[in-house]
């Protein structure tokens, strides 16, 4: 049987660490050209760890908050391999930790800015080269933070997400392009290479990210965290020919949270 993405051109953003990585590592070994993106110039490493394993691979360094940055992502996908048949949109996750009364209002252009706009101008970016092939697949990488404590700017972003997936797969059918996503709950990883928040928590902050954390456990019905193979292994279902019916849809992988 061939491997599910043999010869198919994947962009992975956010590939240099957490979900995105082990996305990266996992498509590698199922047939996949990789198109690695990331601000973080160790991109450049994860890209050359793969070539050495024998898939071909490139990485991009740029910064998805930004148009420029989107385009110029799927531009250079497009130069090198000709094509792009899955975007993975991967780049999110949440800065700070606390009631909604606290946060700042630079704060919450930040969480919006982070977990939003990489999505929406990636998928704006790749929409062009998809509908001229009349084929593609989307995976945005979204959250059950939606329904959840202590990140109301963060929920808001995946919400907008959530929706930009629906109504992309509506719009998008016709042309022969798939647009799902996936709603990760909590998900144990190594320590980030680069923190989102590089400020020391107070107490206070701390209290408020346990009660995060407590409240993710017990919103899971397996009362436990998720893996990184768990959560690669259904993006990896929703960006394969297997999900060919499966279009419009948010996946919760939360163990039984729905979000």
């Keep these: 049987m061939n491997p599910r993405f043999s010869n198919k051109v994947m962009v992975i953003t956010g590939a240099a660490q957490g979900i995105g990585h082990r996305v990266a590592e996992r498509a590698a070994q199922e047939g996949a050209r990789l198109v690695l993106v990331d601000l973080a110039d160790y991109v450049h490493q994860r890209a050359a760890d793969l070539m050495e394993q024998g898939a071909e691979t490139i990485a991009v360094q740029a910064d998805l908050e930004t148009w420029v940055g989107a385009e110029k992502v799927m531009a250079t996908a497009e130069q090198e391999f000709g094509r792009i048949d899955i975007l993975i949109n991967n780049v999110g996750g949440t800065i700070w930790a606390q009631p909604y ?29 998809m509908v001229k092939q009349q084929s593609g697949v989307i995976v ?8 959840g404590l202590m990140r109301v700017p963060y929920g808001a972003a995946k919400g907008g997400v959530n929706a930009m997936t629906v109504n992309l797969a509506f719009e998008y059918a016709e042309h022969g392009i798939r647009v799902n996503a996936t709603a990760p709950g909590g998900t144990e990883a190594p320590p980030r290479l680069t923190p989102r928040n590089t400020q020391t928590q107070s107490e206070r902050e701390q209290q408020w990210y346990g009660a995060l954390i407590k409240q993710t456990e017990a919103s899971s019905m397996m009362g436990r965290y998720g893996t990184l193979d768990e959560q690669a292994a259904a993006i990896l279902f929703l960006a394969s020919d297997d999900a060919n019916y499966i279009t419009g849809t948010i996946l919760p992988v939360a163990g039984g949270d729905q979000g």
């Design 140 to 147: 945005n990488v979204s959250s059950v933070a939606t329904r």
């Design 101 to 129: 009364e606290h946060y700042t209002p630079e704060q919450i252009e930040k969480e919006i800015q982070r977990s939003l706009f990489p999505t929406l101008w990636c998928c704006r970016a790749v929409l062009p080269y």
